[in-house]
T-cell receptor, first 112, second 114 residues
Framework: GDSVTQMEGPVTLSEEAFLTINCTYT??????LFWYVQYPGEGLQLLLK?????DKGSNKGFEATYRKETTSFHLEKGSVQVSDSAVYFC???????????FGAGTRLFVKA | NAGVTQTPKFRVLKTGQSMTLLCAQD?????MYWYRQDPGMGLRLIHY???????AKGEVPDGYNVSRLKKQNFLLGLESAAPSQTSVYFC?????????????FGNGTRLTVT
């Protein structure tokens, strides 16, 4: 079945450091790919998405590119802030379906 | 602009007790979902609904029941709570079932079963 694998955390960075959180997937067909962010005590909210190969999703300085050849959707940000501390979830929604499959989540801590 | 609202925010139950979690959305979305979130496991789909009056099982439905009597509300019931149901529960909605529609989440209910 479909699945999402993302790097284990926690990831601890200093402010202004470069961030990469790896995400790979397996799916039949052509899924849409998402990154969601969860701040402490809140629900998940959409960070960015990409719906076809080579699409780049971006928002709030975060970017991720849909790589079909490597089945990956890695999240990057050039300069993290303390306010970026949160849990990040990679997810896919498969072709012809509406069920979203989530990765286990990666907790990010950013130190001032 | 409430979006998806879940009540209650916290609850503690004893084993064998029952309870209902309420989810309400004001976005006129057709699809609604209940997920549970456990450490290291991401979110897993419990039940979902593709419209008023419909429900279907997700990945981990055992021990839960749901109802969607009104389009805006989706209820999750635990008839006889067990410690394995200690979790954070999230309700979500989407306007349609298309794969491009992102989920809109509530803020969650933290349930502890002792």
């Amino acid at each position: 079945g479909d699945s999402v694998t993302q790097m284990e955390g926690p990831v601890t960075l200093s402010e202004e450091a470069f961030l990469t959180i790896n995400c790979t997937y397996t799916a039949t067909g052509y899924p849409s790919l998402f990154w969601y962010v969860q701040y402490p005590g809140e629900g998940l909210q959409l960070l960015l998405k990409a719906t076809k190969a080579d699409d780049k999703g971006s928002n709030k300085g975060f970017e991720a590119t849909y790589r079909k050849e490597t089945t990956s959707f890695h999240l990057e940000k050039g300069s993290v802030q303390v306010s970026d501390s949160a849990v990040y979830f990679c997810a896919l929604s498969a072709t012809g379906g509406f069920k979203t499959i989530f990765g286990a989540g990666t907790r990010l801590f950013v130190k001032a | 602009n409430a979006g998806v609202t879940q009540t209650p925010k916290f609850r503690v139950l004893k084993t064998g007790q029952s309870m209902t979690l309420l989810c309400a959305q004001d976005m006129n979305h057709e699809y609604m979902y209940w997920y549970r979130q456990d450490p290291g496991m991401g979110l897993r789909l419990i039940h979902y609904s593709v419209g008023e009056g419909t429900t279907a099982k997700g990945e981990v439905p055992d021990g839960y029941n749901v109802s969607r009597l009104k389009k805006q509300n989706f209820l999750l019931g635990l008839e006889s709570a067990a410690p394995s149901q200690t979790s954070v529960y999230f309700c979500a909605s989407t306007p349609t079932g298309g794969r491009n529609s992102p989920l809109h989440f509530g803020n969650g209910t933290r349930l502890t079963v002792t």
